[in-house]
Each structure stands twice: as structure tokens, then as C-alpha cells.
């Protein structure tokens, strides 16, 4: 696959796992193409063109794949973090709501308090936005609105 396509040049496409911004895995597979392939036509005659272009072909391709996992991978860690703040705001509005007393002296006075593992308000948002979502899309309200 040469130099460029081999282990350095997917090396470089998976240190874009280690940034934040989606787009920049694709940029990057898309430069280590060019690259390849402009090596291809300035390297000396070797092997034929032929089995060249599809040493090349497969390194672009590797690079692709490489650069959607990668970008899929940022798109879900975004996801995560989105769905850690909700959670984090849930347990300080929790807090708050108790206040002072502590869940046996709000159970002594007839109340429960309704808190829920990480793991079950996980299922239930998931649940709530898969009921949700199509709804709210088939309004076309936007955030903007």
C-alpha cells in the first residue's frame, strides 16, 4: 500500500479520535488520499499502474472506513455528554428539591423522594425521546423557534 497509505498515514487518521470536531476525521482521509495517490504518480516505475492504483484504492478505502468510525465515535461522545449534563442537572435539582432534610425525614413525613439510578433515567430519556422525537419533528419546531 507504500508509505503514505500504510501504517503511518492510518496512524495520523486515527490521532483525529483524540480531537473534538467531526468533520476533521474526513479531512484528514480525504488529504491522506490525495497524498497516496500523488505519490503514486511522482514515485519511480516499479509494479505496474494498474496494481498501483489498487494498492492505492485500498489505502483511500481504509482511510474512509477509518475516518467514519472515527467520526461516528465523536458524534456518540457528543451524545454522551449531552445526556451526562442532563443527568448532572437531574441530581442538583434533586438536591435542591430536598434541601435540608434527608430522605428518611421526607419518608417520615409521608413523601418519597423520586430519584433514579444513572442507568434508569438513561432508559427512561431514551425511551421519552423515542416517543418524543418524531412528534416534535413532525411539527417542524426548531430550537431557533
Known sequence: MGWVSGAPGESTSAATLF?????VPW????????GSLLGMVLSPDGISQT??????????????VL???IWRVLLAREELKL????????AAVGRAMLGEQSIDSVARNGLQALRESPEVFASRLKADLAHWGPIVKATGFTPED
Not at 27 to 34: C, E, K, M, N, W
Request: proline fraction near 3%; glycine fraction near 10%.
Open 51 to 64: 496494481m498501483a492504483l489498487y494498492n492505492r484504492g485500498l489505502g483511500a478505502f481504509a482511510h474512509t
Open 27 to 34: 479531512i484528514v482521509a480525504g488529504l491522506a488520499s490525495v
Open 83 to 90: 445526556l451526562l449534563w442532563l443527568q448532572e442537572g437531574e
Open 19 to 23: 480531537q473534538s470536531r467531526p468533520l
Open 67 to 69: 475516518a467514519a468510525v
